[in-house]
């Protein structure tokens, strides 16, 4: 395939984009955004190599839904988080960690379908459900992390673990998924 037959498909696809994966692409890239400015804004030091790097990888992963641009971004992120960042947990943390999320539930929705595919609202249903648990989930396991571990409760990595096998569970059954599944 010449490059002119590439460009010429590449816009007719483009044309047909449906609203559906434009969302999912808008959400993708507003929250790629959120995830390289929290952390560069905070008083610490972040890692000048996350924004360098993680701008062309989001790029990608809007072109590119289906590609390993957005796992790649992710520990990109959760990288420069880790080497740099202190103990605490903030609201930049969160804010951080909600914003990887719903990136990655976009990737992975915008990945399993062509750009041009015309998407139904049933489908689009089926995927806000469980992004909204997992969305309204994240926080209230942090935050129950965080006070556990501030209490110094005997057993806390216990209650935290149990805490997101619960946000898990809760997960999987709102994408309408059954245990025989």
């Given at each position: 395939?010449?490059a002119?037959?590439?460009?010429?498909?590449?816009?007719?696809?483009?044309?047909?984009?449906?609203?559906?994966?434009?969302?999912?692409?808008?959400?993708?890239?507003?929250?790629?955004?959120?995830a390289?400015?929290?952390?560069?804004?905070?008083?610490?030091?972040?890692?000048?190599?996350v924004?360098?790097?993680?701008?062309?990888?989001?790029?990608?992963?809007?072109?590119?839904?289906?590609?390993l641009?957005?796992?790649?971004?992710?520990?990109?992120?959760?990288?420069?988080?880790?080497?740099?960042?202190?103990?605490d947990?903030?609201?930049?943390?969160?804010?951080?960690?909600?914003?990887?999320?719903?990136?990655?539930?976009?990737?992975?929705?915008a990945?399993?379908?062509?750009?041009?595919v015309?998407?139904?609202?049933?489908?689009?249903?089926?995927?806000?459900?469980?992004?909204?648990?997992?969305?309204?989930l994240?926080p209230?396991?942090?935050?129950?992390?965080?006070?556990?571990?501030?209490?110094?409760?005997?057993?806390?990595?216990?209650?935290?673990?149990?805490?997101?096998a619960?946000?898990?569970a809760?997960?999987?059954?709102?994408?309408?998924q059954?245990?025989n599944?």
């Amino acid at each position: 395939m010449t490059a002119a037959e590439r460009l010429t498909r590449w816009l007719a696809e483009l044309r047909g984009t449906g609203q559906g994966s434009l969302y999912a692409r808008t959400l993708i890239a507003f929250a790629g955004v959120v995830a390289l400015v929290v952390p560069a804004v905070q008083p610490w030091d972040a890692a000048d190599v996350v924004p360098v790097v993680g701008l062309p990888l989001l790029v990608v992963c809007v072109v590119l839904p289906d590609s390993l641009a957005a796992l790649c971004f992710l520990l990109l992120v959760v990288a420069g988080w880790l080497l740099r960042a202190p103990a605490d947990v903030g609201w930049g943390t969160v804010v951080t960690g909600l914003a990887l999320l719903l990136l990655h539930l976009a990737s992975a929705f915008a990945a399993q379908l062509p750009s041009y595919v015309r998407i139904g609202r049933s489908a689009l249903r089926r995927w806000l459900l469980p992004a909204t648990v997992a969305a309204l989930l994240g926080p209230v396991a942090a935050v129950g992390a965080a006070l556990v571990r501030g209490a110094e409760v005997p057993g806390s990595l216990l209650v935290t673990v149990a805490a997101l096998a619960v946000a898990t569970a809760a997960i999987w059954f709102s994408s309408g998924q059954s245990v025989n599944d």
